[in-house]
Nanobody, 117 residues
Framework: QVQLVESGGGLVQPGGSLRLSCAAS????????MGWYRQAPGKERELVAG???????NYANSVKGRFTVSRDNAKNTVYLQMNSLKPEDTAVYYC???????????WGKGTLVTVSS
């Protein structure tokens, strides 16, 4: 099994920045894709950003130009740098990882990001 633990959430003012981290541990074979989803109150969970082990990234249109996803393969850790935060970015952010060798997707428990003045 693989465990994902997020950190870095909190309260930030509009226009501010936060950096989320997610560390994977356990019986890891190869985390081919890592990334972030988010779920705002009353809304469905949505993809924020993803990154492959080779460094290819993709982003939701709503965060392009403001958020940057990166990873440290040696540490099995993925990051989400969030800049120019808006109130509509308020949500619980979930880390996710996918192992193609096991056809398994893993989820963290989530970290709350609140953007408010």
């Amino acid at each position: 099994q693989v465990q994902l633990v997020e950190s870095g959430g909190g309260l930030v003012q509009p226009g501010g920045s936060l950096r989320l981290s997610c560390a994977a541990s356990g019986s890891i074979v190869s985390l081919d894709i890592m990334g972030w989803y988010r779920q705002a109150p009353g809304k469905e969970r949505e993809l924020v950003a993803g990154i492959t082990s080779g460094g290819t990234t993709n982003y939701a249109n709503s965060v392009k130009g403001r958020f940057t996803v990166s990873r440290d393969n040696a540490k099995n850790t993925v990051y989400l740098q969030m800049n120019s935060l808006k109130p509509e970015d308020t949500a619980v952010y979930y880390c996710t990882a996918y192992e193609s060798s096991r056809l398994m997707r893993y989820w963290g428990k989530g970290t709350l990001v609140t953007v408010s003045s």
